[in-house]
């Protein structure tokens, strides 16, 4: 089993930046696809970031295409998402996700995400 953690979120200003972090530990954890996922208040969720196990292919959302990036540390099994020029439409809640090691491709769809962290709440005042 993967257990996931994430931390970092917290309240900002538009404009502002902020790093979420995701720590991963269980010994299943090699060779996963990870990402990042959000859920604001009475909305789905929707796919924001992800990466292959290398970090050499990063994928994002048009939404946040050009302030947000994902990378990785798989030496600390840690997760990144860089959030920069932070707008009030992007608060929401945050999950970082990750497929099963069976599956090297990335996906937008959270059905094809196998392990889950709690969230961290990211809050963005104008």
């Known amino acids: 089993q993967v257990q996931l953690v994430e931390s970092g979120g917290g309240p900002v200003q538009a404009g502002g930046s902020l790093r979420l972090s995701c720590a991963a530990s269980g010994r299943t954890f090699n060779n996963n696809v990870s990402g990042w996922f959000r859920q604001a208040p009475g909305k789905e969720r929707e796919f924001v970031a992800a990466?292959?196990?290398?970090?050499?292919?990063?994928y994002y959302a048009d939404s946040v295409k050009g302030r947000f990036t994902i990378s990785r540390d798989n030496t600390k099994n840690t997760v990144y998402l860089q959030m920069n020029s932070l707008k009030p439409e992007d608060t929401s809640v945050y999950y970082c996700?990750?497929?099963?090691?069976?599956?090297?491709?990335?996906?937008?769809?959270?059905?094809?995400?196998?392990?889950w962290g709690q969230g961290t709440q990211v809050t963005v005042s104008s």
């Open positions: 996700a990750a497929r099963h090691r069976a599956y090297h491709d990335y996906s937008i769809q959270s059905r094809d995400y196998d392990y």
């Open positions: 990466i292959t196990w290398t970090g050499r292919n990063t």
